[in-house]
């Protein structure tokens, strides 16, 4: 199982996630809403923030 799960991160296109933010960060701005824009970057570092401590865990098992 944590060797699955670190090969599917591994696998998926690290950063994938955080680039397809960036772009919902570009639309919001382009389209005037901080709001939004203020949401997703917030998304963006929790992310940011779940992958290393996932990291962290998966490397302490292995």
Request: net charge positive.
């Amino acid at each position: 199982m944590i060797v699955s799960a670190r090969a599917k991160c591994c696998r998926s296109g690290r950063g994938s996630h955080a680039l397809r933010l960036d772009t919902y960060i570009e639309d919001a701005e382009r389209d005037g809403d901080v709001e939004l824009a203020d949401f997703f970057r917030r998304a963006q570092g929790e992310s940011r923030k779940g992958a290393e401590q996932g990291k962290y865990l998966l490397k302490q098992r292995l």
